[in-house]
């Protein structure tokens, strides 16, 4: 689905930056008691921009069954690819003002890939994931939707 902004009458728009759940050194213990392994993966690049951001993983948590988890090691290389970078979020209150972009609204669902086009902030085709949708409608019948959309990972979209 492509949301284009140019579409809609501004009420709100804000885009931030998050850097709070940067992980760039992930370490994993796996094994049974008194015979515990250490598997540790990190990215040099991340840490020399951002400083060290850790985040263990204990033995109860890997989950060495699933397709893309066949190692505590391929399960920290996923910590790493989806969190090494900040990621953007977007937050947008917008007016429908037409039928095509009413129907769009009501049809966003929570988790979906949408596609952001904002020139102001140069946003161009950019990906995004809905997190919330808070909808209402206003004293003369028009659906305002209060959105809010986290950047998707490069692994999350085409």
Do not use: W
């Amino acid at each position: 689905m492509t949301v284009a902004l140019t579409d809609v009458d501004y009420i709100d728009f804000s885009y931030e930056l998050n850097d709070c759940e940067i992980v760039n050194d992930v370490l994993c213990i796996v094994g049974a008691a008194g015979s515990e392994e250490l598997v540790r993966g990190y990215d040099a690049s991340s840490i020399a921009k951002y400083g060290r951001r850790s985040y263990r993983l204990d033995r109860a948590i890997v989950d060495n069954t699933a397709p893309n988890y066949a190692t505590p090691k391929a399960q920290a290389t996923d910590i790493l690819d989806r969190n090494i970078e900040p990621y953007a979020i977007v937050s947008i209150l917008i007016r429908s003002k037409t039928e095509a972009l009413t129907a769009t609204i009501l049809g966003l669902a929570i988790s979906e890939l949408v596609t952001i086009t904002q020139t102001t902030c140069g946003l161009a085709a950019a990906y995004f994931i809905v997190e919330s949708i808070d909808l209402s409608i206003d004293i003369s019948g028009q659906i305002e939707a209060a959105v809010r959309l986290v950047q998707a990972r490069a692994s999350e979209h085409p």
